[in-house]
């Protein structure tokens, strides 16, 4: 069974980690972390982390330690802490290589119609989470979808992180998360980049983490599977999207609400 078919469940699941693995302390840290408040709540839980973020503003801007090094922190924290792991790819080439490291491959929403990327991703057998393009209707990810399925590979999920607004904001719509569901495999809301504020004049994109519970609260109540969250012990001094991060610290309680919400409706489709 792939990770994305143990995921499909009543209870809600939490992928979650850095943006992007700035040391191998801090990653084993919020893993760790992390892993006490899922396994206190009772939900699955899937490490993020981005081995190399390819797409910045600005070409000053961190990219990362390594890409060797930090999947070999991803492949310790796998290991260590018997959790899945995460991380991004952005070309047929990382597919092969992040698959020895990894158990999902993770396609940016830029890069959910690059056909040979999601071949390649779904020739690697990891589970594989499609991020809804921000230009994209969520009726047309069944396309991406079937471009996954029709490789070989059944373990899809898919990702709503907001719709382009303009040029410097994001919107959420959901609507697409019943949608989405309809094509059968685990949907997942990205609560913290769905709150970025992408393309500002500075070249370093903005956020509204105020608004992290909000997102997040709206997407379980319309029956989200699973819920992706940055989260970084000090988002003020993260290498990257800091401003849309959720605090370390204040994830436990969050995630408490946010698991009691979901009894709450699971109790209202079954009395329905």
């Known amino acids: 069974m792939t990770i994305a078919e143990q995921l499909r469940g009543d209870k809600l699941f939490l992928i979650a980690g850095p943006c992007v693995i700035e040391g191998e302390s801090m990653a084993l840290s919020i893993a760790e972390e992390v892993l006490q408040v899922t396994q206190d709540l009772g939900i699955p839980y899937v490490f ?13 801007s961190f990219t990362g330690i390594g890409d060797e090094q930090s999947l070999s922190i991803l492949r310790k924290i796998r290991e260590i802490y018997n959790i899945p792991t995460v991380t991004d790819i952005h070309s047929p080439e990382e597919a092969v290589m992040a698959a020895d490291y990894v158990d999902v491959l993770q396609i940016p929403a830029f890069l959910c119609r690059q056909t040979d990327l999601l071949k390649a991703a779904a020739r690697t057998g990891c589970s594989v989470n499609i991020k809804k393009g921000q230009f994209l209707s969520p009726e047309a990810m069944r396309f991406a979808i079937e471009k996954v399925k029709d490789a070989g590979n059944g373990g899809v999920m898919i990702t709503e992180r907001g719709t382009t607004f303009g040029y410097t904001d994001l919107v959420v719509d959901y609507r ?61 001094r993260a ?8 605090r370390l610290d204040l994830l436990r309680g969050l995630m408490e609400r946010l698991c009691r919400l979901r009894e709450c409706v699971k109790a209202i489709e079954i009395n329905a």
Do not use: W
């Open 48 to 60: 993020k982390g981005s081995y190399r973020k390819a797409n910045r503003s600005r070409g000053d």
């Open 239 to 246: 290498l990257s999207d800091g401003a849309n991060m959720l």
């Open 176 to 236: 697409g998360i019943p949608l989405m569901r309809d094509f059968g495999c685990p949907v997942i809301m990205d609560v913290t980049h769905s709150l970025q504020r992408p393309n500002q004049a500075s070249g370093i994109t903005g956020g509204m983490p105020a608004l992290i519970e909000t997102i997040a609260r709206a997407a379980v109540a319309v029956g989200v599977d699973g819920l992706f969250i940055e989260t970084h012990p000090d988002p003020q």
